[in-house]
């Protein structure tokens, strides 16, 4: 698989690490099953919390939810997004037909059965819930009693009992010094310098002098706030008393900007005439008639144009878009055919720039003798319009087109008639 092919499958396992369905369109859809975490005993081994993921083709219409996924958060464009799909799809389709397996990394493995229909085997301890941190199966090696000491509870218990008897001595020699410490603190009227009544008046001293800090200071920020307003007030009343026209000046200024931006705008008005919005630009106007003219000139050519050119023109039409020979689905089997040497039109088949073309693949060989057996094949059966992609396989392809619209409705119409399926290349 290529690498565009890996970062799907990447985008993938992360869009089911935190989901528990993805459509994959035109293929399958994978479901999700949850598993508590569980203990096996007898093989020493612990799981933890799963969730085992499972694929079933009943569904593949596309929900829109991985494409939305790729578009908004792996920032790929809409049409490059559904090329990937489409591609994924298809290669993992092909290798289902040449090799009856293909590998999803990270996921599993699907399986192509005996009746066609595809099987989904999950990759061995891959675990796909979030919650457990891509925890794997973990594998206990068994106790080997015969190597345990054999007085190991007895000899714990004495190590414990040596440890609480020298922590028991260390606090008592930590006591007995305190209270050394303590006796020699003690003045010499006998009060004990440690002794929280000792200083009890002293601390309420403290606080009463405190609050009184705290209170002038609060009167000393009041008053010069009323200081500073009163002074604020006295100044404006005394602009006001003695020069009024401070404040009448800005507002004659503001009148005389009003009527001078007014003037401006007339003369505006008059020295430039406004465009009229029904009148189209010059510009326009001789692209409207350039393009009525060749209209016209089509249409005239089609009027001149007689009963037989019409109808061969209608014919070379018709030729572009073959219709699909009468034959039976079994003539369309892979193993049909015995001539083995290049087609005569070979270098007409055959694809050597794919372009943005589209192509509808019913077979691929892993040699070019077996195409051109297939190819030749249906030749005598009435295709003519068959394409040979060459490459790591030979893929036979019935059309060619220019979007992936006209290549899905003869993937489509194959299917109808043939009962024969194809995908798109």
């Known amino acids: 698989m290529n690498s565009e092919g890996n970062i799907l499958e990447k985008y993938m396992k992360e869009w089911l690490m935190s989901n528990d369905t993805l459509t994959i369109p035109d293929f399958g859809t994978f479901h999700a099953q949850y598993q508590s975490a569980s203990v096996q005993a007898g093989v020493h081994k612990i799981m933890p919390p799963n969730k085992i993921i499972s694929f079933s083709t009943d569904k593949k219409e596309d929900d829109g ?28 389709q092909e290798d289902l037909f040449n090799k009856k397996k293909y590998i999803a ?35 206990t090696a068994p106790i080997n009693k015969t190597t345990m000491p054999q007085n190991s509870v007895e000899d714990a218990q004495e190590s ?28 010499a009227f006998g009060f004990d310098e440690n002794d929280k009544e000792f200083y009890d008046d002293e601390e309420e001293d403290d606080i009463v002098v405190e609050e009184e800090i705290m209170e002038k200071n609060k009167r000393q920020k009041y008053t010069l706030a009323a200081l500073v307003l009163l002074l604020l007030f006295l100044g404006i009343g005394f602009t006001l008393v003695f020069f009024p ?8 200024q503001t009148i005389a ?7 401006d705008t007339i003369d505006k008005k008059q020295a430039f005439k406004e465009p009229n919005d029904n009148e189209e630009p010059e510009e326009e106007k001789g692209e409207k008639t350039e393009k009525d003219a060749k209209e016209k000139s089509n249409k005239d050519t089609k009027k001149a144009e007689t009963p037989e050119a019409r109808k061969k023109r209608l014919e070379t039409r018709k030729r572009k878009i073959q219709d699909l020979p009468e034959v039976s689905g079994k003539d369309l089997e892979k193993g049909a055919g015995d001539n ?4 005569k039109n070979l270098k007409d088949i055959e694809v050597k720039n794919k372009g943005n073309k589209f192509y509808v693949v019913i077979a691929s ?47 489509a119409e194959i299917k109808k008639k043939y009962s024969l399926e194809s995908w798109v290349f």
């Open 65 to 92: 939810e991985l494409l939305s996924f790729l578009v908004q958060n792996k920032h790929l464009e809409l049409d490059e997004a559904q090329m990937l799909m489409k591609e994924y799809v298809n290669f993992v």
């Open 105 to 139: 990394h990270g996921l599993g493995t699907w399986f192509l059965k005996p009746d066609h229909s595809i099987s989904f085997q999950t990759e061995e301890d891959t675990n796909m819930s979030a919650e457990s941190f891509g925890l794997g199966t973990v594998y």
């Open 160 to 187: 414990v009992i040596k440890d609480f008897d020298v922590e028991e001595k260390a606090k008592q020699k930590k006591i007995d010094n305190e209270n050394k410490t303590q006796k020699s603190k003690t003045n």
């Open 245 to 252: 026209e401070v404040f009448g000046t800005r507002k004659k």
């Open 257 to 263: 900007e009003k009527e001078q931006q007014v003037k």
């Open 340 to 343: 083995a040497s290049p087609p």
């Open 365 to 411: 060989f892993d040699t070019e003798p077996k195409a051109y057996k297939y190819i030749n094949h249906l030749q005598k059966k009435g295709f003519n319009n068959l394409k040979l992609i060459k490459g790591e396989s030979n893929r036979v392809s019935i059309g060619e087109f220019a979007n992936t619209v006209e290549a899905q409705k003869r993937k």
